[in-house]
């Protein structure tokens, strides 16, 4: 096989999404002044000691600091997610853990650049964020786009998306991970070469795409999956793909082959961007994108020698289209005890508001047997409760709504315990005006079981729906049908929840099997009760505890 920085490089980006420039070709020295980007950027020491000393007046975060301030006055804005300080936020960038602390970055356009640069925040537990300068700036690329960092004992390789040029690869060594050095200063898997494209449809056209890649390590060798489609479905439609490649020095990339093998679980029409690939147990988690249809997994088994990733499990972080309040984009990164800690970015569902974008809570992600995955928020999120509330156990009368008078609030954490009984739903009813004009519901569907003479028995199938249909009266927010997802369960297993509502945005985990979330934007100021149902049938609440949570330093001084 040929290294591609030795043969013509060419890659046929899909042309909706504008990856590709049919401009005339310009020297390196041209892309550096015509994209070099108008935002702040600054140069660092490299011990930690004066990092510390240059960040405390920085001018970059006092302004950071004032939006904040001025955020806390906006009603929708969340108090323990994390949101940008300036500038629409998108995709999670490159989450990983690096000399003890925890990094997110994540595309941001700035104020004074409307182009994707990759914004920056550090943490020592994922849920306390602190804001730091701006980390990878544009140029000679057009914008920064996604991608993925992985760590190694003296250093952070981030490889992302230059738009405009191909995917590129920068090197951090300091303390914080505040100064980035552009690995040959241009892309490592060009889009194209010498002037030279390819439409995916000629007879020219390569065999593999470039766009979001992640990056890992495995027998010494560095492998980078760029997500894409293909048009091997029925009658050539596109369907998900990610490409493998391999390099031994980070400089010269080397195609190898498309990385998924056997995948009887995607859409027509689904692509694998912002992919991310880590292991899991003893297993493999492959995260990604699709456009079409939000964050979605597999779980599989890695074949070294071969160089494939074969699944036997699939699926998704949203259920519905990846657009309009729901969860969009994910990065992840090990979690250090054989799981995975993965974020995700959520879209704004109210157009006008366009600096609206948040990120998830932080998720644990956890291997349940061999095919299933465990879904819990990270443990740390625990340390903002304040001010617990807690009703103790109480009979559900059959088709009958229990309003709950001491459990009010738009900031909270629930948790409850449920015996289903004979009810056929389970109904919780958050956000809720008095005489619900608004309210976002929450429902259980017990005994769900899918079933299949082909198939051995399954056991107990739950569903649970996040309806928002009356969660706003305003005409602003974007439409979006109810999300409905499988949660797999024991036999006579209780329904155990815990939501989190935190002004605008809505997130539920179900028996650490299960997550749905979307944003959310009561427009009554009284949207704030909490009411359980038991329809057909009674049902009994065994607990149900509320805590009042705190904000995490992102949205305070």
């Known amino acids: 096989m040929k290294w591609l920085r030795r043969a013509p490089l060419a890659v046929c980006a899909l042309l909706a999404w504008g990856h590709t420039s049919r401009s005339p070709a310009q020297t390196h020295e041209e892309l550096l002044v015509k994209h070099a980007s108008r935002a702040p950027k600054f140069a660092f020491g490299d011990t930690l000691a004066i990092q510390e000393a240059e960040l405390r007046d920085n001018p970059l975060l006092r302004r950071y600091r004032d939006a904040r301030r001025q955020h806390a006055a906006d009603r929708f804005r969340p108090v323990y997610h994390f949101s940008s300080p300036l500038g629409p936020l998108n995709d999670p960038n490159g989450l990983c853990f690096w000399q003890g602390k925890w990094h997110l970055f994540y595309q941001v356009r700035p104020p004074e650049d409307a182009r994707w640069h990759w914004g920056h925040a550090v943490s020592d537990d994922l849920i306390r964020w602190r804001d730091l300068p701006l980390a990878l700036h544009p140029a000679p690329e057009e914008q920064c786009y996604s991608g993925s960092i992985l760590i190694e004992p003296d250093r952070a390789l981030a490889m992302y998306h230059g738009r405009s040029l191909g995917n590129m690869v920068a090197v951090s060594r300091d303390p914080l991970l505040l100064n980035w050095e552009k690995l040959t200063g241009t892309a490592v898997i060009p889009i194209r070469s010498e002037g030279k494209e390819h439409h995916f449809l000629s007879a020219e056209a390569l065999p593999y795409r470039i766009y979001d890649p992640c990056i890992f390590k495995s027998n010494n060798m560095y492998y980078s999956l760029s997500g894409s489609v293909d048009y091997s479905g029925p009658g050539r439609q596109p369907v998900l793909a990610e490409f493998l490649f391999r390099s031994r020095d980070l400089v010269r990339w080397e195609f190898v082959h498309s990385f998924v ?212 009266l305003s005409s602003e927010v974007i439409a979006r049908v109810p999300e409905i997802a499988p949660v797999p369960m024991a036999e006579g297993e209780p329904f155990r929840v815990r939501v989190f509502i935190d002004r605008s945005v809505v997130e539920v985990f179900v028996n650490g099997r299960q997550s749905v979330a979307r944003r959310v934007y009561p427009t009554r100021t009284d949207s704030l009760g909490v009411a359980l149902r038991a329809q057909g049938g009674e049902a009994e609440l065994r607990s149900l505890d509320a805590w009042r949570m705190a904000p995490s330093e992102s949205t305070v001084d």
Request: charged share 20%; with cysteine.
């Open 261 to 472: 093998e056997n995948n009887v679980f995607t859409q027509i029409g689904d692509d694998g961007a912002c992919p991310y690939f880590w292991p899991i147990g003893n297993r493999h988690l492959l995260l990604f994108f699709s456009h079409m249809t939000a964050a979605q997994y597999f779980i599989g088994d890695f074949d070294s020698r071969r160089e494939k990733f074969v699944p036997t499990a699939h699926g998704r972080f949203n259920f519905g289209p990846a657009k309009g309040g729901g969860v969009h984009a994910p990065s992840a990164a090990p979690a250090g005890d054989g799981g995975v800690v993965a974020i995700f970015n959520m879209n704004l569902a109210v157009p006008s508001r366009r600096d609206d974008g948040i990120m998830t809570l932080p998720r644990k992600l956890s291997l349940i047997g061999q095919n299933e995955l465990g879904i819990e928020p990270v443990a740390a999120v625990e340390t903002l409760r304040q001010e617990n509330q807690r009703v103790e156990r109480t009979r559900l009368v059959a088709n009958e709504t229990l309003i709950l008078p001491a459990i009010t609030g738009d900031v909270l954490e629930l948790s409850l315990e449920i015996d289903p009984g004979m009810a056929r739903t389970i109904e919780i009813d958050v956000l809720r005006s008095p005489a619900a004009e608004e309210f976002t519901r929450i429902s259980l569907y017990r005994d769900a079981a899918v079933s299949s003479r082909f198939m051995p028995p399954q056991r107990q199938l739950v569903m649970v729906q996040l309806d928002t249909s009356r969660a706003s």
